[in-house]
């Protein structure tokens, strides 16, 4: 007798309309709640082209939670109130953001509301599958400003040192100080638009799309994330020494316009080819060897079965409960009045005097460029020299308010950029200069170009302090701005040459008799 096993339908889980309903309400409550936040991401994207791709991130983080349709269906959500946890958890760190007019933490705050949203209602079993889609929009956000230069002006001297190296190697005369290559005939400035950054970030953005389709070992799909760092420098770097090589024969037109661009694209497209290369080598070498179309696929979900039982998602109380704790962010955020920085009054550098004891000085103007990429609200630079011939070129940048990015910039970032190195950096200590009754310490940094040698003082005076770490700088920054309401403050440089056969001792006596002079002065200027 044959027996002939019935087969029973699978069963799928659809969500009733009231979920539906539900998630476009969620949506217009993080729009109302996060509106600031929201705003500020798509004024970068719009203003700085490493961050052009933000717009089509969400996009990509549909596409792939849509790509998983038919293991959600598959799994029936329970809620989570671990969600409901982490949406309060955005909320304060919202709060935080707002009240800091840290745009960072406002907008991180967003990425975990949004995560927190979705534990809430899948629960940890359906959080799996969407985790690495959501994981996604953290490439839209942008990093912090003050982070964001320094890792451009590492790339900046990186690019610049293997682009010139390329250009030897074809038997070019040129000379590299800091990020200008000097060709004799032509200088070639390597700006932080050639950094590299507007290709690592995209790029960075596919690898990790790339390593989740590429079904290898964890091993192998770290190894491809974290490959598109030295891939994009060291094709950014080709592209520099292209450029110059291009430039030598024939002429400056090629490092401008249309051509300049499409070397860009041209390389962007050349990283990408590199990654396919390196997944089918790192596929090829595999035990059992595979091929790379076995191993890496986009498959669409497939429909659902015609005989597939259907059953309706309750929706969780956990959900529920998110859902209420947003809406009571919506209306905080609707109904709170913005929060304002208090801007101290204060007296403008163009009063800051020009005769100090026995130093006399001469005021100079930034050029431009400069001015705009420091977006400074008010700066002192001049050079002053003394009866005996001692020379210092004094420098005192400032800021109304330090947020989004514009703040004080360390010299010690900005030096290499400019063709000097760093010999000696070291903590120092002025004890004929006192600030708030104790002697003041700040940054001593002996630099080096070619045969010249100068030396170099600075230090951040913000809010009654004096403080020489660029990093302690921002947290009392973003304490101050919750704690005070207020963000000023100001970068002071003192510099000096050391003459030949100058000891660095005699250079040191020069910086500290005229800061004897110049810090008393400065009250007024940089409010306490």
């Not at 080709?238 to 051509?259: D, Q, Y």
């Not at 020299?385 to 970032?413: I, K, L």
Request: hydrophobic share 50%.
């Amino acid at each position: 007798m044959n027996v002939h096993a019935l087969t029973l339908p699978e069963n799928v889980y659809r969500e009733p309309s009231a979920a539906w309903v539900s998630f476009f309400v969620a949506l217009a409550l993080l729009a109302v709640t996060f509106h600031e936040a929201i705003a500020h991401l798509v004024r970068i994207w719009d203003t700085q082209e490493e961050y052009s791709f933000g717009y089509i991130i969400p996009f990509l983080s549909l596409f792939l939670i849509w790509q998983r349709k038919n293991q959600l269906e598959r799994i029936p959500f329970g809620g989570s109130w671990l969600g409901f946890g982490m949406v309060l958890v955005a909320l304060t760190f919202l709060a935080i953001g707002e009240l800091s007019t840290l745009g960072t933490i406002s907008q991180y705050a967003l990425l975990l509301a949004i995560a927190g949203l979705a534990l809430s209602y899948t629960g940890t079993h359906g959080f799996r599958v969407v985790l690495v889609p959501i994981a996604v929009l953290a490439f839209m956000i942008p990093l912090p400003n003050y982070l964001l230069r320094e890792i451009s002006q590492a790339l900046q001297l990186l690019s610049s040192q293997l682009g010139v190296a390329l250009i030897r190697l074809c038997n070019i005369s040129v000379y590299l100080e800091g990020n200008v290559i000097d060709l004799g005939a032509m200088k070639l400035q390597v700006v932080e638009a050639c950094s590299g950054l507007r290709y690592l970030f995209p790029l960075m953005t596919l690898g990790f799309i790339a390593a989740y389709f590429y079904q290898e070992k964890f091993w192998k799909r770290a190894v491809l994330f974290l490959s598109t760092i030295p891939v994009t420098v060291l094709m950014n770097s080709f592209r520099i020494g292209l450029i110059g090589i291009t430039v030598e024969h024939w002429g400056k037109s090629m490092a401008e316009g249309f051509l300049h661009d499409f070397e860009g694209w041209i390389i962007f497209m050349a990283c990408m080819a590199v990654m396919m290369v390196e997944m089918w080598v790192l596929s090829y070498w595999s035990k059992p060897r595979r091929r790379l179309r076995e191993v890496f696929g986009m498959d669409f979900p497939s429909a659902t079965p015609v005989d597939a039982k259907r059953s309706y998602r309750a929706l969780p109380w956990s959900y529920l409960a998110a859902m209420l704790a947003l809406g009571a962010g919506a209306a905080l955020a609707a109904l709170a009045p913005q929060p304002s920085h208090v801007r101290p009054e204060r007296h403008d550098f163009v009063e800051y005097p020009l005769s100090l004891g026995e130093w006399k000085g001469r005021t100079q103007v930034m050029e431009p460029v400069y001015l705009a990429e420091l977006k400074l609200d008010d700066y002192l630079l001049a050079d002053y020299a003394s009866a005996s011939g001692s020379t210092v070129n004094f420098y005192v940048s400032y800021y109304d308010v330090q947020a989004e990015g514009n703040s004080a910039h360390s010299p010690r970032a900005c030096i290499p950029g400019d063709g000097w190195e760093i010999i000696d950096f070291s903590p120092h200590e002025m004890r004929d200069v006192r600030f708030a009754g104790k002697a003041m310490r700040v940054n001593r940094v002996v630099i080096q170009k070619g045969e010249h040698r100068q030396l170099v003082y600075y230090w951040f005076q913000q809010r009654g302090r004096i403080v020489t770490d660029e990093y302690v700088v921002k947290l009392y920054i973003f304490l101050d701005a919750i704690t005070r309401g207020r963000s000023d403050g100001g970068m002071v440089r003192l510099v000096t040459p050391i003459e030949r056969g100058e000891s660095v001792e005699k250079a040191d006596r020069t910086l500290e008799a005229f800061a004897a002079q110049a810090v008393p002065a400065l009250a007024g200027h940089i409010p306490n």
